[in-house]
């Protein structure tokens, strides 16, 4: 069973960079699609951005793209979210998830995917 681990998270102003990474263990991601979630206080958890096990596909939600950057290393078992452009609005927990790759991919369903990790707070001041 493959555990995830988050870090990276912080208090930042906004308009600063934010690097989130992801750590698994007890299995290799290399096969696994992966995806990072976030939960914002009072809301529910909404998908972020995912990517294929090989890198070739990636996914990014309206509210993200263009200022987010999802990439994974299957070498170090790691996947990251480089986070730019950083708004109040993107005040939430982030979460990775992995999902066993084959089938049809849906990445911005969270049923889809087997493995969460415990997440990692990122806040934004104005």
């Known amino acids: 069973q493959v555990q995830l681990a988050e870090s990276g998270g912080g208090l930042v102003q906004a308009g600063d960079t934010l690097r989130l990474s992801c750590v698994a263990s007890g299995g290799t991601i290399d096969l696994y699609d992966m995806g990072w979630f976030r939960r914002a206080p009072g809301k529910e958890r909404e998908p972020v951005s995912a990517i294929r096990r090989d890198g070739g596909n990636t996914y990014y939600s309206n509210s993200v793209a263009g200022r987010f950057t999802i990439s994974r290393d299957n070498a170090k078992n790691a996947l990251y979210l480089q986070l730019n452009s950083l708004k109040p609005e993107d005040t939430a927990v982030y979460y990775c998830?992995?999902?066993?790759?084959?089938?049809?991919?849906?990445?911005?369903?969270?049923?889809?995917?087997?493995?969460w990790g415990q997440g990692t707070q990122v806040t934004v001041s104005s």
């Open positions: 998830a992995a999902k066993l790759s084959g089938g049809t991919w849906s990445p911005d369903s969270t049923r889809q995917y087997d493995y």
